[in-house]
């Protein structure tokens, strides 16, 4: 996909490679029109790769925006179904806790409200395929869970769908390109073209290879989730947003089979859920108005969230936190009101009014309703373009590889590989993990397991280099987690560098410069969850691989 001419002219540019742009040039190219999809960095290297990757409604929205509730939830039973291997359930428990020694009247009647609250949004639950709540005994609850502290006096159940959110952006963008549309990433939209008082286009430059140039589009499709008000201050036109900071932390090992919701030492929901072989916390949400590459995390943030956990998860503290992660969450401006409080709908902006007819811009928005978001931008598109407005199908045509997804130890057993390994590529590549293990069939070296934490094997790596837009190592982050485990990407990064160097036709040089790459994109995430004896250990490590592996 990437490296075509893009200087020709298309019926729309889309900027922004996170899951509204993807979803968005999806679309329109399903519907027939010319598309040109550019991403300054990898796809989903903003907030959508950087969610808690539920499609859910939404609950904590249910009485104040109870139209977004209803809008995330039904397309979260789409979503389901064009990628139905991409999404897995997440029972949540909401423990009952008391503020004494023993429970109040007041406790109770919380107790009972939540339980209400949590039936209500059972409501929702049938448009994305979801359990009813159901209340646990104490009993109940320490059988399900034996880590939770104890006194607790039970729970109720919360049934939610996860997903990949990074692969969700891929799968979007390689199917816009399999409908025709072009897709650079690591090529930012540098400005707008304009002609005869409206907008005509924009320039572009790649970051890799330094080629720059001009595409014409008679709509533009701002989608840069957080750099969106300052990439508009800069083009003239005003994306009013509240922008907000999420950070979340990996633990190296699972804590449960259940998510649990926490309550932070400032009396927010937070919560701890099993995800692949790790456990994940999340999520801080502060106003952040400062520039979005230059997002980390602060020891600070590192202990509010172990904290939050901690207290209804004690062993928490005994685990090892691999890294931390971050995103900027997209949110509509609103003065006056709580982070937390602010609406998740989502708006899209026509600015034609200030002199740039043929711009229009999203924010705000959900993972959970990235589908009907982009069907909305594209009816509008459309209605610009003064076409026909055909009818979306986003909501029926699978996703690549989301159709006849096989079965994960028939796999195993057809090509020789653990079920676990096979498991693992039927998540990700839902019915073309055939074809990835074909690669395996044709080449027995290509079953070597690069990565132990992620069973990655080298087969899967090849295929992800030819046929999913990779152009740097690091995209390999997002395409199948390479690098984000526990080792950081010390055990796995070197041989499964060398398999993409050889699809690729990298030399030396590129590969070692790509490895470095790759290890430093790993280390910004790990240094603000190390402190002490592990600091020092994994800088005398860094030095070891920089010094002796020429890195
Ligand atoms: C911590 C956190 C947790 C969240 N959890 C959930 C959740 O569990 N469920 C849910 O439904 N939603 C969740 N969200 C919200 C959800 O992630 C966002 O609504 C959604 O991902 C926004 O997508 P986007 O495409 O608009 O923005 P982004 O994903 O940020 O994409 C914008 C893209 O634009 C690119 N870009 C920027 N400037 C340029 C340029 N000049 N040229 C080209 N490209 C450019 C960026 O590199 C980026 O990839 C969460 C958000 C955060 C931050």
């Given at each position: 996909m990437a490296g075509e001419a893009s200087q020709g002219t298309f019926d729309v540019v889309v900027l922004g490679g996170g899951v509204n742009g993807a979803g968005v040039a999806r679309d329109c190219a399903m519907r027939g029109l010319s598309v040109l999809l550019l991403e300054k960095q990898d796809l989903a290297s903003g907030a959508s790769g950087a969610s808690s990757g539920m499609i859910h409604g939404g609950i904590r929205y249910m009485t104040s925006d109870r139209?977004?509730?209803?809008?995330?939830?039904?397309?979260?039973?789409?979503?389901?179904?064009?990628?139905?291997?991409?999404?897995?359930?997440?029972?949540?428990?909401?423990?009952f806790a008391t503020h004494g020694e023993e429970a109040t009247l007041l406790d109770r009647l919380t107790w009972y409200a939540t339980e209400v609250y949590v039936g209500t949004y059972d409501l929702f639950?049938?448009?994305?395929?979801?359990?009813?709540?159901?209340?646990?005994?104490?009993?109940?609850?320490?059988?399900?869970?034996?880590?939770?502290?104890?006194?607790?006096?039970?729970?109720?159940?919360l049934d939610e769908w996860g997903i990949d959110g990074q692969r969700l952006c891929l799968l979007n963008a390689l199917s816009a390109a399999a409908h025709g549309a072009q897709v650079r990433t690591w090529t930012e939209a540098t400005g707008?073209?304009?002609?005869?008082?409206?907008?005509?286009?924009?320039?572009?430059?790649?970051?890799?290879?330094?080629?720059?140039?001009?595409?014409?589009?008679?709509?533009?499709?701002?989608?840069?989730?957080?750099?969106?008000?300052?990439?508009?201050?800069?083009?003239?036109?005003?994306?009013?947003?509240?922008?907000?900071?999420?950070?979340?932390?990996s633990l190296d090992r699972r804590h449960g089979n259940y998510g649990i919701i926490c309550t932070a030492v400032d009396g927010r929901q937070m919560f701890l859920m099993p995800h692949e072989m790790e456990s994940i916390i999340g999520t801080t949400d502060d106003d952040y108005y400062d520039d979005p590459d230059d997002l980390d995390a602060t020891a600070e943030e590192?202990?509010?969230?172990?904290?939050?956990?901690?207290?209804?998860?004690?062993?928490?503290?005994?685990?090892?936190?691999?890294?931390?992660?971050?995103?900027?969450?997209?949110?509509?401006?609103?003065?006056?009101?709580?982070?937390?409080?602010l609406s998740r709908d989502h708006r899209i902006l026509d600015h034609a009014a200030e002199g740039s007819a043929g711009l229009l811009s999203i924010v705000g928005g959900k993972l959970a309703s990235y589908?009907?978001?982009?069907?909305?931008?594209?009816?509008?598109?459309?209605?610009?373009?003064?076409?026909?407005?055909?009818p979306c199908r986003t909501h029926e045509e699978p996703l690549p590889g989301g159709d006849d997804v096989p079965v994960a130890s028939e796999l195993a057993e057809q090509h020789g590989v653990p079920e676990a390994i096979a498991a693992r590529l039927v998540y990700r590549h839902g019915s073309l993990a055939r074809e990835v293990l074909r690669v395996a069939d044709d080449d027995p070296r290509m079953k070597l397991v690069v990565c132990r934490d992620e069973g990655i094997i080298a087969a899967e790596v090849a295929w992800i280099a030819r046929h999913e837009n990779v152009r740097r190592l690091q995209?390999?982050?997002?395409?199948?987690?390479?690098?984000?485990g526990g080792c950081g990407g010390l055990d796995c990064a070197r041989p499964a560098a060398q398999v993409v160097a050889r699809e690729l036709g990298w030399s030396a040089d590129q590969l070692r410069a790509e490895l470095s790459?790759?290890?430093?994109?790993?280390?910004?995430?790990?240094?603000?969850?190390?402190?002490?004896?592990?600091?020092?250990?994994?800088?005398?490590?860094?030095?070891?691989?920089r010094g002796l592996g020429g890195l």
């Open positions: 139209r977004v509730t209803e809008l995330a939830s039904r397309d979260a039973g789409y979503i389901r179904r064009i990628a139905p291997h991409l999404t897995f359930r997440i029972p949540f428990l909401i423990p639950q049938p448009l994305k395929g979801g359990k009813p709540s159901a209340r646990l005994t104490a009993e109940e609850l320490y059988a399900v869970e034996p880590s939770l502290r104890p006194g607790l006096h039970g729970a109720v159940t707008l073209v304009r002609e005869a008082g409206r907008v005509a286009g924009v320039r572009w430059r790649d970051a890799l290879t330094g080629e720059h140039g001009e595409a014409r589009a008679s709509v533009v499709v701002n989608a840069t989730g957080g750099w969106s008000p300052r990439w508009g201050k800069s083009n003239g036109v005003l994306v009013p947003m509240r922008p907000g900071k999420g950070v979340h932390l590192v202990e509010y969230l172990v904290e939050g956990v901690a207290s209804l998860v004690p062993s928490v503290r005994q685990s090892r936190i691999t890294r931390a992660w971050w995103g900027v969450r997209t949110t509509i401006y609103e003065y006056g009101v709580e982070e937390d409080d589908r009907a978001q982009s069907e909305e931008v594209t009816d509008r598109a459309l209605a610009l373009l003064g076409r026909a407005a055909l995209d390999l982050r997002r395409r199948c987690r390479l690098a984000v790459d790759l290890l430093e994109v790993g280390w910004r995430e790990r240094r603000p969850v190390l402190d002490g004896w592990q600091l020092a250990e994994e800088e005398l490590l860094r030095a070891v691989h």
